[in-house]
C-alpha cells in the first residue's frame, strides 16, 4: 500500500467531507435538498454538470475501451458529447420552466393524474440504479488495485461515502463537490494529455501510426476502424442511438437545470458544460491511446479484465506515484459526485413523486418529505451496492451505456410528446413509460452482456436477443407505444397543452396572466 495514495486520498475525501459540513447548514428546506435552493449561476452549474456527466464510465471506462479496442471505444465519447445537442436544443429550456424539482414534475405540467407521476418516477428510479450499478463498479476495481482489498469491501465503502454526502449536504454539497471534482478532472487530465504527446515528440500524426500497428488475438479488425470488437454494424448503430438521446432522459443530468433561477441561465449552464464535456472527450484519445502505446494489454486486463484500470496505470507509468496518486484520487471523487447526485435523483423521484405526490396527494410537511427523501436516498444506495457485488468484471462504460438505453426509450418519447404534440394525452404518457422500460430491460436481460454460454455474464447460456445494446429497438418502441397510446385513449381538452406550450417556452403560466 502506497504512503503518497493514502495521503492523496485522505486529502481529497477530507476536502469532500468539509464542504460536506458546510453544506449541510446551508440545507434547511426541501428546496435546499433538492435543488441547492436554485442559486447557482450559469458557470457555476455548467461546471456541476460537467462533474456530473464526466463519471467513472468517461475516466476510467472509455479510457480503457479504447486502450483495448481503439475506435470502437471512441464510440462512447462522439456519442456521450453529441447527446448535449439534444439536451440544449430540445430540453434543457422547457424542462426548466416547467418543472420544480425532477422529471415527472414536469410532464405532471400537463397530465395531473397520479398515474403518470408514479410510473415516471418508477422509470428515473431504474434509470438510477443502472447509472449507479456502472460507478460502484468502477469504484471498487479502482479501490481493489491502490489498496489491495476485496472488492466487495471496496464498494460498500464506497456506498457510505456517498451516501453521506445525500444525507448531510444535499443538493448544495453535491453541487460543490462536482465542481470541484470537474475542474481536478480536467487538470488531471490534461497532464496526462500532455506527457502523452510528449512521449510522441508532440507529433500527432506519429501516435495514429502507431496505434495502426496495434495487434492482439482478440482485434477482429484494424485498431483504427470501428469493427475492431467484432461488433456488427447495428450493433454500433444501436450504441449509438442509445448515448445520442440516451442524455436528455437522464434523470440526475435534468434535475440540475432546476437548481438555477431560470431559462436563460439554464441554458447558459448547457454552453459551459459542452465546451467542458468537450474538451475532456478529445482528449480521451490521449488517454486511450496513450495507455495502448505504454502499457501492454495484458498489464490492462491483468488490473481489470474490462480495461477500467487503464487510466491510473497510464498515470503511473508516466509520471509515478505522485501523478497515479492523484489521478486514483481524483477518479474517486468523480465516482462519488456522480453517485451523490444520482442517489439524490433516485431519492427525489421517489419522496417527492412516489410518497409526496401520489402517496400523501402533497398533504405532507417540508419536516415529512425530508425523512422520506433521505429514507430513499438510504434504500437506493443499497440496492446498488448490493447489484455492483455481481458486476466486478463488466467495463463501466458498456454499464452507462445501458442507463442511457432505458433513459431514451421511456423518459425521451414522454418528455418530448409532453412539450411538442397537442393530441398527446393521458394514456400515451403512460404507454410511453412502460414500453420503453419493457422492451429496454427485457432486451437487455436477452441480450450477451446478461447471457453468455462461456459464463462471464450472469446467466450462462446463448443470448436470445443479438445486441449488446437494445436502442436500436427500444427507442423506437418507446415513441411507437405512446404514440399507440395517445390514439387509442381518450380524446383529452388541448386546454392544458396550450398553457405548457406556453410556460415552456416564457416560463409564464397561463393562468398567472389571466388572474
Known sequence: ??????????????????????????????????????????????????????????????????????????????????????????????????????????????????????????????????????????????????????????????????????????????????????????????IISFLVLLNFNFNIFAMFGEMKNVTAPELEGPFLNPGSQGSSPLNNISLIVALLFGTAGLPHILMRFFTVKDAKTARSSVMWATWIIGIFYILTIFLGFGAAALLTREEIIAANPAGNMAAPLLAERLGGDFLMSFVAAVAFATILAVVAGLVLSGASAFAHDIYGQVIKKGKMTDKEQMLAARTAALSVSILSIILALFAQNQNVAFLVSLAFCVAASANLPVIIYTIFWKRFNTQGAIAGIITGLVVSLVLVILSPNVMDPSGNAFIAMEPIFPLNNPALISVPAGFIGAFLGTFLGKAESHEKYREVKVKSVTGISTSDVSH
Open 1 to 190: 500500500m502506497n504512503l503518497t495514495v493514502i495521503i492523496m486520498f485522505l486529502v481529497f475525501v477530507g476536502a469532500t467531507l468539509v464542504i460536506t459540513y458546510f453544506a449541510s447548514k446551508r440545507t434547511q428546506s426541501t428546496n435546499d435538498f433538492y435543488t441547492a435552493g436554485g442559486g447557482l449561476t450559469g458557470w457555476q452549474n455548467g461546471l456541476a454538470i460537467s462533474g456530473d456527466y464526466l463519471s467513472a464510465a468517461s475516466f476510467l471506462g472509455i479510457a480503457g475501451a479504447i486502450a483495448l479496442w481503439g475506435f470502437d471505444g471512441f464510440f462512447y465519447s462522439v456519442g456521450y458529447l453529441t447527446a448535449y445537442l439534444v439536451v440544449l436544443y430540445i430540453v434543457a429550456e422547457p424542462l426548466r420552466n416547467l418543472g420544480k424539482y425532477t422529471v415527472a414534475d414536469m410532464i405532471a405540467a400537463r397530465f395531473e393524474m397520479k398515474k403518470v407521476r408514479a410510473f415516471a418516477a418508477l422509470s428515473s428510479i431504474t434509470i438510477v440504479i443502472f447509472y449507479m450499478l456502472a460507478q460502484l463498479v468502477g469504484a471498487g476495481a479502482l479501490i481493489q488495485l491502490l489498496f489491495d482489498i476485496p472488492y466487495s469491501i471496496s464498494v460498500i465503502l464506497v456506498g457510505i461515502m456517498m451516501t453521506i454526502y445525500v444525507l448531510f449536504g444535499g443538493m448544495t454539497a453535491t453541487s460543490w463537490v462536482q465542481m470541484v471534482k470537474a475542474v481536478l478532472l480536467m487538470i488531471g487530465t490534461l
